[in-house]
């Protein structure tokens, strides 16, 4: 009887251990993140679904979602959504489109090619690396809400 009430003790102390150990282990490794930059212009009707998207997608997987929404002459319902959304908590912050950039963008003959688009993303990532808003350590996902080839990097 004793030998058995110690074998049941010494499961329950096992088992105990483990728990704290794999808590441990989990608290070591750094949570993987992804950091999405929307691009968001006077014409965005959808964009309180896509952010409300991309925050379920972070709470279901447990991924922390960092969303930056540029303004590129976002209309100010548009802005008072991701302000309503920043407030509940998520981390979600807005930054200006560079005027010099808006040129280059404005213009849209039938000559522009996709890689000057992609010179246009590249530049706009840096920038915003330069001046903080991006992390070295975050995967960052560029998301142009007018392209709609653009829609399929979101995870959803």
Sequence with gaps: MLKLLLLVLG?????ALSV????????????ASRHYVLIADEDQHNIEWYMRSLLTFSRQT??????????????????AIVDRMARKGHIVTVHEYPEQMRRSRTVDDA??????????ANQLMWLLQSEGVLKDANQAVLI??????????MPF
């Design 11 to 15: 499961c329950y102390i096992a088992a």
């Design 144 to 153: 142009d809400l007018q392209n709609p080839s653009d829609l399929s990097k």
């Design 111 to 120: 000559g522009e090619a996709a890689s000057s688009r992609e010179s246009d």
């Design 20 to 31: 704290h150990l794999a808590y441990w282990i989990r608290q070591g490794r750094k949570r």
């Design 62 to 79: 447990g991924k922390e979602v960092k969303v930056t929404v540029v303004d590129y002459g976002a209309t100010p319902e548009t802005l």
